[in-house]
């Protein structure tokens, strides 16, 4: 079993940068693949991000590539997204995710999910 707790969101204007943070708890923690997902409000939950249990591979949301970063620290059980050049179209609840398998961009499809974090951009 593992738990996942996001931090690190708030309100920010355009242009500004948020990194999250979410730790990862339990039981062989840092051998899941990490994703990040997103949810605004009327919308579908949406892939943004993910890296391997290693850290060696990502992949990110065109609708966010070049702006995000997503990183892991195993050491400390933890799995990072710096946002950059934030958007009003960034506004999300913003959730991490483990996985036992490397690329996957469907919700369903992960195991464990923290209670996520709001991250609000204003023009």
């Known amino acids: 079993q593992a738990q996942l707790v996001e931090s690190g969101g708030g309100l920010v204007q355009a242009g500004d940068s948020l990194r999250l943070s979410c730790v990862v708890s339990?039981?062989?923690?840092?051998?899941?693949?990490m994703g990040w997902f997103r949810q605004a409000p009327g919308k579908e939950r949406e892939f943004v991000a993910a890296?391997?249990?290693?850290?060696?591979?990502?992949l990110y949301a065109d609708s966010v590539k070049g702006r995000f970063t997503i990183s892991r620290d195993n050491d400390k059980n933890s799995v990072f997204l710096q946002m950059n050049t934030l958007e009003p179209g960034d506004t999300a609840v913003y959730y991490c995710?483990?996985?036992?398998?490397?690329?996957?961009?469907?919700?369903?499809?992960?195991?464990?999910w923290g209670q996520g974090t709001q991250v609000t951009v204003s023009s």
């Open positions: 339990g039981r062989t923690s840092n051998n899941y693949a």
């Open positions: 995710a483990a996985a036992t398998r490397w690329g996957i961009r469907t919700p369903s499809e992960y195991d464990y």
């Open positions: 890296i391997s249990w290693s850290g060696g591979s990502t």
